[in-house]
């Protein structure tokens, strides 16, 4: 039976996939340590199975694959541990379906947590790399408003509500939340706070490049534009993931990141309010904070919104795209890389 098992259910764009990145290339190091991290394939099948999500068409890998997981948890001799940012928001049926399926196994709980504005800008890009169509405006508006894709961004957003949800199943004694670190902090700041959450040592896991980067403003609003071409069709989500989301998002545009403006916003006062509220709200919870709450102060992010980017700059990014890739299907025909052509320097006099 495992000592304890743990529960990483962070906010979403809270640094998770960084931290499940470096988790997953120390798995061999963890569980020489006492330290069970699954195959991360595997917790995310897991997770859509207990709280039903709905993937069309759905892998036949799902079905039963929370109870594998908890029997692998479970049997684990020493420390278990999961990290799936879907579990944080979950409703309260399903925290206490999740919690009564470890039996008497002890379960701690770890959320991670950032600024409320860098993660308002970043939440919209992710949704973007999703399939979503909302002009940034909208997407803004419809937050501040709490209405529409809004709600569902307060639902997964809502730091005390989701603290108090998970207290009452398994004790506010057992549940940390890791703030977020701000801009500028060195860079093992966020690993060194969630090892100390969740009580392993950092040094098992070395570290990696970031796991879910930015793209530039205008490559961002040519990803959306697109994704409103593709939404009269029929594409399964597993299709789009591989083809959209990964081959052309990030592999294609990514790869501009670079040349482009940088997507920013200033502080809007109403997010000032709003996460002025957040933070009593957490603070009245007496939740265990590795870190400090000033993290979650809002700050101005450089850059220019999505609706700031020229059309100009949208066409450079598209066109850049598609040289990319006709590049990969000259190679893919040529069947090796395409070499630089040397720079035509003229007639030698």
């Not at 379960?107 to 940034?136: F, G, H, Y």
């Not at 706070?193 to 490559?219: H, K, Y």
């Not at 990964?246 to 997010?271: N, T």
């Amino acid at each position: 039976m495992a000592e304890r098992v743990v529960l990483h259910v962070g906010l979403l764009k809270t640094g998770t996939s960084y931290l499940q990145k470096r988790l997953m290339d120390g798995r061999k190091t963890l569980a020489a340590n006492d330290v069970l991290f699954p195959v991360w394939r595997h917790q995310v099948d897991a997770v859509i199975d207990v709280l039903g999500i709905r993937r069309q068409p759905r892998p036949t890998a799902i079905d039963g694959a929370w109870e594998r997981m908890v029997d692998r948890l479970c049997g684990w001799q020493g420390t278990s541990l999961m990290s799936m940012e879907f579990l944080g928001p979950a409703r309260d049926p399903y925290v206490e379906k999740v919690v009564r399926s470890f039996g008497s196994t002890p379960v701690e709980v770890v959320i991670t947590a950032r600024d409320l504005n860098r993660v308002i800008l970043a939440m919209w890009q992710e949704r973007a790399k999703n399939s979503a169509t909302e002009p940034w405006p909208t997407y803004l508006k419809a937050i501040e408003e709490d209405s529409g894709v809004g709600s569902r961004f307060w639902r997964q957003q809502r730091l005390a509500v989701l603290v108090e949800r998970w207290a009452a199943r398994v004790g506010i004694e057992n549940v940390t939340v890791v703030t977020v670190p701000p801009r500028g902090a060195p860079t093992e700041t966020l690993w060194n706070r969630f090892c100390e959450a969740v009580r392993i040592d950092p040094t098992l896991c070395a570290a990696v490049t970031p796991a879910n980067e930015s793209l530039g403003a205008a490559s961002a609003e040519v990803l959306r534009r697109v994704n409103e071409d593709l939404a009269g069709w029929e594409i399964p989500w597993e299709s789009y993931s591989k083809v959209v989301k990964s081959g052309f998002a990030k592999h294609v545009l990514g790869a501009a990141r670079e040349e482009e403006r940088a997507l920013g916003m200033a502080v809007p006062d109403w997010v000032v309010s709003r996460a002025a509220s957040m933070r009593r709200n957490v603070e009245a919870t007496g939740v265990r904070i590795v870190g400090t709450l000033d993290d979650l102060s809002p700050v101005a992010v450089e850059g220019v919104t999505p609706d700031q980017v020229a059309v100009e700059e949208q066409l450079d990014a598209a066109v850049r795209a598609l040289g990319r890739l006709l590049r990969r299907e000259l190679e893919r025909d040529l069947g090796n890389p395409l070499e630089p052509r040397e720079p035509d320097i003229g007639p030698v006099e």
